[in-house]
């Protein structure tokens, strides 16, 4: 078969596909959809400059529960310390998955984070879809999640588990998108940390950096 002849057949192939796609639309529901997250634990150590991460074989390797805002906030604050990423990392475990990454990869994803954070709702959706950029290229933060489907006492219910902090951070990103959650930046001076916009009058992210703010007011 020479190529005219392939492209005919592949161009017949998408017009079949498409066709068909017209005819059987795909079939929205409603239904709970469920977002434990979860992070692996992972023994975590620094060679130059990249992290080697591997996974405990003992049953403390199971993926644990995490306040995936807190989680966040944690990473958001964190200086471009090495020292500090590590202790980080140790805390809660995998960062993506992966076994060797470059430590500026993570800080490069920890600058991003906070510009998308403030961003708008369709700036952010861009920057989280697989198809984000110009209708066809990832977003810069764009990750696949697994969804589990089960019937729970009678009723379905979905679940989208995760199980390192990339996947935490930016499926809490998701919900807060679909929740119509904005963000703004912590009062005091230093900190690099956003947080829902909720309470108006909520100034800071904690109650640590706004002691500080005082101390330093008062001073």
Known sequence: MDLKSLAKDWARRQSEVA???????PQLIKAPLLFPFLVRPAETTLEG??????????????????????????????E?????????????????GRSILPIEEIWEFQEWLRLVLLGSKKFRGQQLS?????GRLPGLLARQFSLAFEWNQGAPMFTVETDCCADA??????????????????ARRDCHVLFPKGNPRKRFHNQACQHLALVRRSR
């Open 19 to 25: 066709a068909a796609a017209r005819l059987h639309p």
């Open 169 to 186: 951070i930016t499926a809490t990103m998701l919900v807060d998108i679909v929740r119509g959650i904005r963000y703004k930046k912590c």
């Open 130 to 134: 697989s198809r984000g950029l110009f």
């Open 80 to 96: 471009r310390r090495d020292g500090d990423l590590l202790h980080y990392l140790t805390r809660y475990g995998w960062w993506d």
């Open 49 to 78: 400059r990249k992290v080697r991460q591997q996974q405990r074989a003992t049953i403390e390797g199971a993926a644990k529960a995490v306040d995936a805002r807190l989680l966040s906030e944690e990473f958001q604050g964190l």
